[in-house]
């Protein structure tokens, strides 16, 4: 499903028009990406938590050369699933 899907499918389950639909959806992306951004966490309890990770820095391999390569570390974005939402896939 991608957005337009989702905008067209909660458009229609909750009874409204496609561009209110569209803009509470993107109003919601946005609003998760900048609070995560900021280093919160986003928790939304039945479905799942959207936070911030770390990644360490470590060093890999070029896959084409073999050359030893050092990577940086990073902040990363994990989704943990609420147990609702690992129940509804797992039925």
Same mark, same amino acid.
């Given at each position: ?17 496609? #561009?209110? /639909? ?36 470590? #060093? ?12 940086? /570390? ?9 147990? /609702? ?7």
């Amino acid at each position: 499903m991608n957005k337009q899907e989702l905008i067209d499918a909660v458009a229609s389950e909750a009874g409204v028009s496609k #561009s209110a /639909a569209a803009e509470t959806i993107d109003a919601m992306l946005g609003v998760v990406s900048k609070t995560v951004a900021a280093g919160d966490s986003v928790q939304l309890i039945g479905f799942g938590t959207f936070a911030t990770g770390a990644r360490a820095a470590r #060093s890999g391999r070029n896959p084409q050369t073999g050359e030893t390569i050092d990577i940086a /570390a990073a902040t990363t974005v994990k989704f943990t699933a609420g147990k /609702a939402f690992k129940d509804a896939v797992n039925q």
